[in-house]
Protein backbone atom coordinates (compact mmCIF):
# COMPACT_ATOMS: atom_id res chain seq x y z
CA UNK A 1 0.00 0.00 0.00
CA UNK A 2 1.57 3.53 -0.90
CA UNK A 3 1.46 6.11 1.48
CA UNK A 4 3.54 8.46 -0.32
CA UNK A 5 2.60 12.17 -0.37
CA UNK A 6 1.43 13.54 -3.72
CA UNK A 7 0.01 16.70 -4.96
CA UNK A 8 -3.38 17.40 -3.82
CA UNK A 9 -4.45 16.74 -7.52
CA UNK A 10 -3.28 13.52 -8.12
CA UNK A 11 -1.73 12.73 -11.59
CA UNK A 12 -3.82 12.93 -14.06
CA UNK A 13 -3.44 9.73 -16.54
CA UNK A 14 -1.81 10.74 -20.21
CA UNK A 15 -5.18 9.50 -21.59
CA UNK A 16 -7.41 11.45 -19.46
CA UNK A 17 -9.08 14.85 -21.24
CA UNK A 18 -8.58 17.78 -18.95
CA UNK A 19 -12.55 18.07 -18.92
CA UNK A 20 -12.90 14.08 -17.97
CA UNK A 21 -14.85 13.20 -15.14
CA UNK A 22 -13.04 14.07 -11.79
CA UNK A 23 -13.43 11.44 -8.81
CA UNK A 24 -12.46 12.21 -5.32
CA UNK A 25 -10.11 9.62 -3.84
CA UNK A 26 -10.08 9.51 0.40
CA UNK A 27 -6.60 9.79 0.72
CA UNK A 28 -6.27 9.89 4.82
CA UNK A 29 -4.43 6.18 5.04
CA UNK A 30 -4.65 3.22 3.02
CA UNK A 31 -4.34 1.99 -0.88
CA UNK A 32 -5.65 5.77 -2.17
CA UNK A 33 -2.90 5.69 -5.07
CA UNK A 34 -3.72 2.28 -6.08
CA UNK A 35 -7.34 3.55 -6.65
CA UNK A 36 -5.85 6.41 -8.52
CA UNK A 37 -3.25 4.57 -10.58
CA UNK A 38 -7.13 2.00 -11.75
CA UNK A 39 -9.19 5.33 -12.23
CA UNK A 40 -6.65 6.65 -14.74
CA UNK A 41 -6.44 3.43 -16.69
CA UNK A 42 -10.20 3.96 -17.32
CA UNK A 43 -9.55 7.59 -18.47
CA UNK A 44 -10.99 9.58 -15.64
CA UNK A 45 -9.33 12.57 -13.53
CA UNK A 46 -8.59 11.93 -9.83
CA UNK A 47 -8.47 14.25 -6.84
CA UNK A 48 -6.89 13.29 -3.33
CA UNK A 49 -9.43 14.38 -0.87
CA UNK A 50 -8.10 15.12 2.72
CA UNK A 51 -10.36 18.11 3.59
CA UNK A 52 -14.11 19.16 2.85
CA UNK A 53 -13.04 21.77 0.46
CA UNK A 54 -11.31 18.65 -1.45
CA UNK A 55 -15.22 17.20 -1.82
CA UNK A 56 -16.40 20.33 -3.56
CA UNK A 57 -17.19 19.10 -7.51
CA UNK A 58 -16.61 15.81 -7.54
CA UNK A 59 -18.15 13.63 -10.14
CA UNK A 60 -17.67 10.43 -7.87
CA UNK A 61 -15.80 8.81 -5.07
CA UNK A 62 -14.04 6.45 -4.05
CA UNK A 63 -12.96 5.37 0.18
CA UNK A 64 -10.07 3.00 -0.57
CA UNK A 65 -8.72 -0.21 1.58
CA UNK A 66 -6.72 -0.05 4.47
CA UNK A 67 -7.41 -0.15 8.01
CA UNK A 68 -10.98 1.22 9.26
CA UNK A 69 -10.11 2.24 12.88
CA UNK A 70 -7.33 4.23 11.25
CA UNK A 71 -9.34 5.62 8.98
CA UNK A 72 -12.06 6.73 11.89
CA UNK A 73 -9.59 8.50 14.11
CA UNK A 74 -7.72 10.82 10.79
CA UNK A 75 -11.36 11.61 10.13
CA UNK A 76 -12.27 12.96 12.93
CA UNK A 77 -8.63 14.66 13.38
CA UNK A 78 -9.10 16.12 10.05
CA UNK A 79 -12.86 17.37 10.74
CA UNK A 80 -14.11 15.40 7.88
CA UNK A 81 -16.91 13.15 9.71
CA UNK A 82 -19.59 15.17 8.66
CA UNK A 83 -18.36 16.83 5.38
CA UNK A 84 -17.74 13.21 3.78
CA UNK A 85 -20.94 12.17 5.59
CA UNK A 86 -22.71 15.01 4.01
CA UNK A 87 -21.03 13.83 0.51
CA UNK A 88 -21.80 10.14 0.84
CA UNK A 89 -25.21 11.08 1.02
CA UNK A 90 -25.60 13.15 -1.67
CA UNK A 91 -26.42 10.88 -4.34
CA UNK A 92 -23.12 11.18 -5.43
CA UNK A 93 -21.50 7.67 -7.07
CA UNK A 94 -19.61 6.25 -4.24
CA UNK A 95 -16.91 3.49 -4.57
CA UNK A 96 -15.94 1.53 -1.65
CA UNK A 97 -13.55 -1.17 -1.12
CA UNK A 98 -12.65 -3.17 2.13
CA UNK A 99 -11.76 -1.11 5.08
CA UNK A 100 -14.14 1.96 2.81
CA UNK A 101 -17.16 -0.67 2.93
CA UNK A 102 -16.70 -1.11 6.77
CA UNK A 103 -17.22 2.52 7.02
CA UNK A 104 -20.51 2.58 5.24
CA UNK A 105 -21.89 -0.50 6.65
CA UNK A 106 -25.07 -0.11 9.19
CA UNK A 107 -23.49 -2.76 11.21
CA UNK A 108 -19.88 -3.56 12.28
CA UNK A 109 -18.54 -6.30 13.98
CA UNK A 110 -15.16 -7.87 15.81
CA UNK A 111 -15.07 -5.61 16.84
CA UNK A 112 -18.39 -3.05 16.71
CA UNK A 113 -17.29 0.61 15.81
CA UNK A 114 -18.96 3.54 14.31
CA UNK A 115 -19.90 3.85 10.89
CA UNK A 116 -21.84 5.78 8.28
CA UNK A 117 -24.52 2.80 8.34
CA UNK A 118 -25.65 4.18 4.18
CA UNK A 119 -25.46 0.26 3.04
CA UNK A 120 -27.88 -2.30 5.04
CA UNK A 121 -25.38 -5.29 5.55
CA UNK A 122 -23.59 -6.06 8.55
CA UNK A 123 -19.50 -6.96 8.29
CA UNK A 124 -17.40 -9.04 10.37
CA UNK A 125 -14.19 -6.77 10.14
CA UNK A 126 -11.32 -9.97 8.95
CA UNK A 127 -14.22 -12.42 8.92
CA UNK A 128 -12.51 -15.26 6.63
CA UNK A 129 -10.31 -16.54 9.07
CA UNK A 130 -6.61 -17.00 9.05
CA UNK A 131 -6.77 -20.08 6.29
CA UNK A 132 -8.43 -18.10 4.08
CA UNK A 133 -7.75 -14.43 5.16
CA UNK A 134 -5.61 -13.06 1.49
CA UNK A 135 -6.01 -14.44 -2.00
CA UNK A 136 -7.52 -14.21 -5.93
CA UNK A 137 -10.70 -15.80 -6.18
CA UNK A 138 -13.10 -16.62 -8.84
CA UNK A 139 -16.58 -14.58 -8.36
CA UNK A 140 -20.05 -15.69 -8.84
CA UNK A 141 -21.91 -12.82 -10.67
CA UNK A 142 -25.13 -12.31 -13.40
CA UNK A 143 -23.11 -8.51 -13.90
CA UNK A 144 -20.10 -9.59 -14.12
CA UNK A 145 -18.18 -11.20 -17.27
CA UNK A 146 -17.79 -14.30 -15.94
CA UNK A 147 -13.91 -15.67 -15.06
CA UNK A 148 -13.56 -11.64 -13.18
CA UNK A 149 -11.55 -12.65 -9.74
CA UNK A 150 -11.32 -10.85 -7.05
CA UNK A 151 -8.56 -9.82 -4.38
CA UNK A 152 -9.23 -10.04 -0.78
CA UNK A 153 -6.83 -9.04 1.55
CA UNK A 154 -7.94 -9.34 5.32
CA UNK A 155 -11.24 -8.59 3.94
CA UNK A 156 -14.43 -8.22 5.79
CA UNK A 157 -17.11 -10.61 5.71
CA UNK A 158 -20.50 -9.41 4.70
CA UNK A 159 -23.04 -12.05 7.32
CA UNK A 160 -26.19 -10.01 6.04
CA UNK A 161 -27.58 -7.76 3.66
CA UNK A 162 -30.83 -5.61 3.80
CA UNK A 163 -33.62 -4.79 2.02
CA UNK A 164 -32.71 -2.55 -1.03
CA UNK A 165 -28.97 -4.17 -1.36
CA UNK A 166 -28.71 -5.68 -4.17
CA UNK A 167 -26.03 -7.96 -4.30
CA UNK A 168 -24.24 -8.22 -7.69
CA UNK A 169 -21.35 -10.81 -6.72
CA UNK A 170 -20.48 -13.45 -4.50
CA UNK A 171 -17.39 -15.37 -3.50
CA UNK A 172 -19.08 -19.22 -2.80
CA UNK A 173 -22.27 -18.36 -0.82
CA UNK A 174 -21.06 -15.18 0.17
CA UNK A 175 -21.99 -11.46 -0.91
CA UNK A 176 -19.09 -9.54 -1.65
CA UNK A 177 -19.95 -6.58 -4.07
CA UNK A 178 -23.32 -5.08 -2.98
CA UNK A 179 -24.61 -2.28 -4.30
CA UNK A 180 -27.34 0.46 -2.73
CA UNK A 181 -28.72 2.90 -5.26
CA UNK A 182 -25.10 5.29 -6.09
CA UNK A 183 -23.24 3.12 -3.43
CA UNK A 184 -21.20 -0.13 -5.26
CA UNK A 185 -18.83 -1.81 -1.90
CA UNK A 186 -16.69 -4.13 -2.74
CA UNK A 187 -14.99 -7.02 0.29
CA UNK A 188 -12.52 -7.41 -2.39
CA UNK A 189 -9.64 -5.09 -3.92
CA UNK A 190 -10.29 -4.69 -8.07
CA UNK A 191 -7.68 -1.73 -7.94
CA UNK A 192 -5.41 -3.86 -7.15
CA UNK A 193 -5.57 -6.09 -10.18
CA UNK A 194 -3.09 -5.05 -13.38
CA UNK A 195 -5.98 -4.68 -15.92
CA UNK A 196 -8.93 -2.93 -16.51
CA UNK A 197 -11.23 -4.51 -13.70
CA UNK A 198 -14.94 -4.53 -14.69
CA UNK A 199 -16.06 -3.60 -11.29
CA UNK A 200 -14.18 -0.37 -11.49
CA UNK A 201 -15.48 0.16 -15.30
CA UNK A 202 -18.87 -0.45 -13.75
CA UNK A 203 -18.19 2.34 -11.25
CA UNK A 204 -16.85 4.52 -13.92
CA UNK A 205 -19.60 4.22 -16.11
CA UNK A 206 -21.98 5.62 -13.35
CA UNK A 207 -19.18 8.41 -12.72
CA UNK A 208 -19.47 9.30 -16.54
CA UNK A 209 -24.04 9.67 -16.48
CA UNK A 210 -23.46 11.86 -13.60
CA UNK A 211 -20.82 14.31 -15.58
CA UNK A 212 -22.97 14.07 -18.37
CA UNK A 213 -26.07 14.74 -16.52
CA UNK A 214 -25.01 17.30 -13.96
CA UNK A 215 -22.66 20.29 -13.25
CA UNK A 216 -20.18 20.13 -10.89
CA UNK A 217 -21.28 20.90 -7.64
N1 LIG B 1 -8.98 -5.48 7.99
C1 LIG B 1 -9.16 -4.10 7.61
C2 LIG B 1 -10.17 -3.41 8.54
O1 LIG B 1 -10.76 -4.04 9.34
C3 LIG B 1 -9.64 -4.00 6.18
C4 LIG B 1 -8.60 -4.58 5.24
C5 LIG B 1 -8.53 -3.94 3.90
O2 LIG B 1 -9.02 -2.81 3.68
N2 LIG B 1 -7.86 -4.59 2.98
O3 LIG B 1 -10.33 -2.23 8.48
Redesign the pocket.
Known amino acids: MHTHASPNVGPVAPSAAADAPLVGVLALQ?DFADHQDALHRHGVQTRQVRNAQDLQGLHGLVLP?????TMLRLLDADGLWQPLGDTLRSGLPVFA???GM?LLAEKVENPSQRSYALLPITVV??GYGRQFHSGTFELASDVLPSGTTGTF????RITRTGPGCDVLARRGADAVLVQKGPILAACF?PELQPDAHPVIGRFVASVRQRAASTVRH
Open positions: GGGESTTCAIRNIRAPH
